[in-house]
């Protein structure tokens, strides 16, 4: 089992950054990918950036330039850096780990409200 925990969300205004974090715990050695998705009210919930095993990084196009995903060493952690942001990228964030056996898991969210 794996449990995570996001943090750093909060309210800013259009063009501020904020930092996201994750923190895995658990059989963390069991996580393969991570990513951050994100749903606003109502809208379809959507991937914003993930990381593979070999560091690859995949990001959606509303965010691309602005948004960067990373991890630390021991995989137990990893960040979303979102710079430049807007009132869109309001929405609840999620942070995602997959096993190698596709698997999923999930935090709670954090809330990220961008003021215009």
């Known amino acids: 089992q794996v449990q995570l925990v996001e943090s750093g969300g909060g309210l800013v205004q259009s063009g501020e950054s904020l930092r996201l974090t994750c923190a895995a715990s658990?059989?963390?050695?069991?996580?393969?990918?991570m990513a951050w998705y994100r749903q606003a009210p109502g809208k379809q919930g959507e991937l914003v950036a993930q990381i593979a095993p070999n560091s690859n990084t995949n990001y959606a196009d509303s965010v691309k330039g602005r948004f960067t995903i990373s991890r630390n060493k021991a995989r137990d952690r990893w960040y979303l850096q979102m710079n430049s942001l807007k009132p869109d990228d309001t929405a609840v964030y999620y942070c995602n780990a997959r096993s190698q056996s596709a698997r999923h898991y999930w935090g709670q969210g954090t809330q990220v409200t961008v003021s215009s």
């Open positions: 658990g059989v963390t050695a069991s996580i393969y990918g």
